[in-house]
């Protein structure tokens, strides 16, 4: 069996071999959210199927691909759709993607979900700018044996969002009259929606958003050193003692009316980032 360094350079020289430059950004595009990735000019489309050891997407709304080319002046490379922990992936497998991003020369991650709010400052429609988060899957990506070509075997989580790049995204929001809040991102581990006892609990623990996603994603680009930035589409209520039953068509169908203001957002920070 190939050991992971081996599977990261293999779908890294696949890759290599189809694009003629190097990626500085790497985007994860949440649920309703991969619609960003066909405004990418030039773009060279891989399927995940194609590229070794990738797993493949299963849920609606995410395409399954990568997209890489150039956005507002930026070279990146997109995931239209990602992995989840509730598919059967380990998080070994739904992280391996930004492994391959950081092998392939990005030095920033830009990561967007579809979420629930626990808080009423938030509403559907609201884009929460990730502060900080709480890792509830019950699982962590790091488990296992550390190469120390990736990365040290314990990494600080305590500032992993790059708060200079929060500070870009609040100041693009503002010129953009673009409301944004800011908060922490709760990840579980679905795929069920939360019960009212769990989401009271989640709250006090000081969780703003709830999601399925995100998480495992961050701590690996964490332990690769990339600069992270965290937007969360809210698409659903989730408060303890007002919840509504919900679906994820309903999620996917507030996400597709959020969609043009929030890509207005991603391209205003990308155009405005500094690498």
Do not use: W
């Not at 997209?67 to 070279?75: A, D, N």
């Not at 500032?159 to 870009?168: F, G, N, P, R």
């Not at 965290?230 to 996400?255: L, N, P, Q, R, Y």
Request: glycine letters at 10%; hydrophobic letters at 40%; aromatic letters at 6%.
């Amino acid at each position: 069996m190939k050991n992971l360094l081996e599977c990261i350079n293999e779908a890294s020289l696949y890759i290599k071999e189809r694009v003629d430059f190097i990626p500085e950004i790497g985007l994860i595009l949440g649920s309703g959210l991969g619609t960003l990735a066909d405004e990418i000019k030039n773009p060279r489309v891989i399927d995940y199927k194609d590229i070794p050891h990738f797993p493949i997407s299963t849920v609606e709304g995410h395409e399954g691909r990568l997209v890489i080319g150039e956005l507002e002046g930026k070279k990146v490379i997109a995931m239209q759709g990602r992995f989840h922990y509730y598919e059967g992936y380990s998080l070994q497998q739904i992280t391996f993607p930004v492994r391959v991003m950081k092998t392939l020369g990005a030095k920033m991650l830009l990561v967007t979900n579809a979420c629930g709010a626990m808080t009423k400052e938030l509403y559907p429609g609201a884009l929460m700018i990730i502060e900080d988060h709480i890792n509830f899957i019950g699982d962590n990506p790091l488990i296992g044996h550390n190469y120390e070509e990736l990365g040290p075997r314990f990494p600080d989580m305590s500032s992993a969002y790059d708060k200079e790049l929060i500070k870009l995204a609040e100041n693009v929001g503002n010129k953009l009259d673009i409301e944004t809040k800011k908060g922490v991102y709760v990840a579980i581990s679905g795929p069920t929606y939360c019960s009212r006892a769990e989401l009271g609990m989640l709250r006090k623990i000081g969780g703003d958003t709830i999601g399925m996603s995100t998480v495992p994603e961050v701590i690996v680009a964490r332990h690769s050193g990339l600069r992270i930035l965290g937007i969360s589409c809210v698409t659903d209520m989730a408060i303890a003692d007002e919840i509504v039953s919900i679906s994820h068509e309903e999620v996917v169908k507030v996400a597709n009316e959020t969609r043009p203001k929030f890509i207005k957002l991603v391209r205003g920070i990308l155009n405005e980032v500094i690498l």
